[in-house]
Every structure is written in structure tokens, then in C-alpha cells.
């Protein structure tokens, strides 16, 4: 492999690495928190904002995705929006589908896997 | 799933598709960033393409966490991926990229994947969920046992 193989390789993995912890970990705070529309009629929108701001693993979520959006940033200036963007969300489609069955314990069907398959190649083939 | 909560899936799609277009834009006018100077990301923020790509991205994330607060991570990512088109149609006709067939093959499969996602249940609720139950998920939508 070549070294800009290699650092094309590692800029991608930097990103979907941190979007999935970011994706999983926010996912679960807002289970954790609940449907922010009931929580809204009943508290208000400041009400609904603290109980977002106000848990754990929503601030380590935040964390995450800052770190992917940095080096989201750092890919994007020196390759092109047409790898970087289908190859990196590609892969964090897989990667999120396996975290959400196993960490979120979320009913990921068939159908679930089918149009994540569909979006994983759908998004590969963009970079063509 | 009401008219409002495909009204916030169609938002989500369309700030991140063009939050993520104006990040492009703004990072290709900075030129590469290098490893030895990373302070050349934070002054990158202040530039007004990608000041306003953050304005944007701002707006997708609020859309997002109300999504997730009653839809699962496996339902919201795919439903909203038609983004990805609209980037690409935003990558030929703005920023100038050519876009092949196997582009638009592309298209086509993420529109398929949408349209697969969006006719199953929305939620998985872990409260009242059982073997039997998960069975009766599968035939009608989770969140009419939500309300």
C-alpha cells in the first residue's frame, strides 16, 4: 500500500470510528431521555433542552462527534466531498447497524439490514 | 409516523446534505490542512463557507436528536439517507464534479434502501418488548404501541 493509500485509509477509519461512538452513544441518551415532544408539552423547550444537555453519555456523544467532525474537516481538505463523504458514511452504516443491534439492543429485521445494504453499496457507488 | 416527523426526517436530510456541500466548499477555497499546524481547523471555522456549514450542521443535529428521542438509530440513518443524493446532485451542478452512471446507479440503490426502511415500525420498545411480541412488531408500526 501506498502512503496515500494508507493515509486516505486512516483518514476514513478517524471518522467513522468516531461517528459510530458518537452516533450509538447519543442514540442511547436520547432512549435514556425519551420522546423530547411530550417532553416539550409538558416542560417547555428549555425543559426539553436540560434534559438533553444534562445527561452523561449525550456529553460523551457530543465528544465523539466533535473529534469525527474535526477530522471530517481535515479529509475534506485534502481529498474530494466524492470519496470521503460515500466511502466514510458507508461504512459507519455497517458500523452503526452491528453497534445499535449489540449496544442498543435495537430490533434490527431484515428489512432493517436489506435498505442498509442498499444505502452501504448505494453510497459506494457514488465514489465511482 | 405523523406528517411532522417525516417533516423532521425530511430537515435532517437536507441540512446535512447541504451543511456537509458548504464544509467542501469552505475547506477546497482554505486549501490542505497539515498535520503539524491542526490550529489551521479551528481558524477553518471562521471562514464564512464553513461558518455557515456549521450554521446548517447546528440545525441537522437538533432535527436529529428529536428523531432519535422516538426512532431508532437503524430507522433514522437509512430514512434520511436520500442526503446523500441530494449532496451528489450538489457536487455536479454547484462545486462542478462530474457524476457518472455508476453514480446515479448509486442514487438509485439509496432511494431502494429508503423505501424499504420507511414502511417498517419505527421503534423498538424495550419496555413491553417480548419473543412474542418482537413476532407482532414486525407486522405493525411500534409507535402505535407507543401512543
Known amino acids: 500500500m501506498t502512503n496515500t493509500v494508507l493515509a486516505t485509509t486512516a483518514m476514513i477509519l478517524s471518522i467513522v470510528v468516531t461517528a459510530t461512538a458518537g452516533d450509538i452513544l447519543t442514540a442511547s441518551a436520547m432512549r435514556q431521555v425519551g420522546d423530547l415532544d411530550v417532553i416539550r408539552q409538558r416542560s417547555g423547550i428549555a425543559g426539553a433542552a436540560a434534559a438533553v444537555v444534562t445527561n452523561g453519555r449525550f456529553g460523551l456523544g457530543v465528544i465523539c462527534l466533535a473529534l469525527s467532525f474535526f477530522s471530517l474537516l481535515f479529509a475534506f481538505s485534502h481529498r474530494d466531498l466524492s470519496l470521503i463523504g460515500p466511502a466514510a458514511t458507508s461504512l459507519t452504516f455497517v458500523t452503526n447497524a452491528l453497534a445499535a443491534k449489540f449496544f442498543l439492543r435495537e430490533n434490527v429485521d431484515h428489512r432493517r439490514w436489506t435498505a442498509a445494504i442498499f444505502v452501504c453499496i448505494g453510497v459506494a457507488l457514488l465514489a465511482f | ?147
Open chain 2, 1 to 147: 409516523m405523523t406528517f411532522r416527523r417525516y417533516l423532521v426526517l425530511a430537515v435532517i436530510t437536507l441540512t446535512a446534505s447541504c451543511g456537509d456541500t458548504f464544509l467542501s466548499r469552505g475547506m477546497k477555497s482554505l486549501g490542505p490542512v497539515s498535520l503539524a499546524h491542526p490550529g489551521q481547523l479551528i481558524h477553518a471555522i471562521f471562514s464564512p463557507w464553513v461558518a455557515a456549514g456549521i450554521v446548517l450542521l447546528i440545525g441537522f443535529f437538533a432535527s436529529y436528536l428529536t428523531a432519535l428521542s422516538w426512532a431508532d438509530l437503524t430507522y433514522v440513518l437509512p430514512a434520511s439517507s436520500l442526503g446523500y443524493v441530494i449532496m451528489t446532485l450538489l457536487a455536479k451542478f454547484w462545486l462542478g464534479e462530474r457524476v457518472s452512471p455508476m453514480r446515479w446507479l448509486g442514487v438509485a440503490f439509496i432511494t431502494a434502501g429508503v423505501g424499504f426502511v420507511t414502511r417498517g415500525p419505527s421503534y423498538t420498545d424495550h419496555s413491553t418488548v417480548t419473543t412474542h411480541e418482537v413476532r407482532r412488531e414486525e407486522l405493525e408500526p411500534a409507535e402505535e404501541v407507543r401512543q
